[in-house]
Structure formats: structure tokens, C-alpha cells
């Protein structure tokens, strides 16, 4: 299993969190083909999480943290619906 692979959780129905930490190896392509795998997101400041994002996931993402202070590199708008 690759490092961009869901880990097996996902088969047990545990939630799955991808942590977006190499900012500058994932691009918001690679984000949007991974993130329907994953429950939750993790990110920094360099990661733009917007609506793209959300709707990639297919309605599956359902938490986002940032490891930093402030919130304006999520899309709230987007997060909220």
C-alpha cells in the first residue's frame, strides 16, 4: 500500500484523516484525488482548502484542522454546506 492510499481503517468504517504536511509535494490536484478517501483533513497554511475541495470529497470530508492560527485559508462557506 502506497503513502497515498487510504489506510485499512476505511474498510473497518473508522474514520480515516489525511495529513496534508509536505506542502509542497501535494497540489490541489493531488488533494482533490485524495481527498475522497478521507473523513477528515488536516493542513497548514500553504494548503488551500476551498469549495473544490469539498465537493471532490463527495460529501465525505467532514472536518478540516489547521495546525496554525486562523482560519482564512478555508473556505467556510464551502465547509458550512
Known sequence: MGPSAPIDGAILGK?????AKNLS???PEDLRAKIPHYDALIVRSRTKVGRDVFEASGGRLRIVGHTGVGIN?????????
Do not use: E, F
Not at 474514520?15 to 495529513?19: D, E, N
Not at 485559508?73 to 454546506?81: G, M, S, V
Open 25 to 27: 509535494a501535494m497540489s
Open 15 to 19: 474514520p480515516t484523516v489525511l495529513v
Open 73 to 81: 485559508n478555508i473556505d467556510l462557506a464551502a465547509a458550512t454546506k
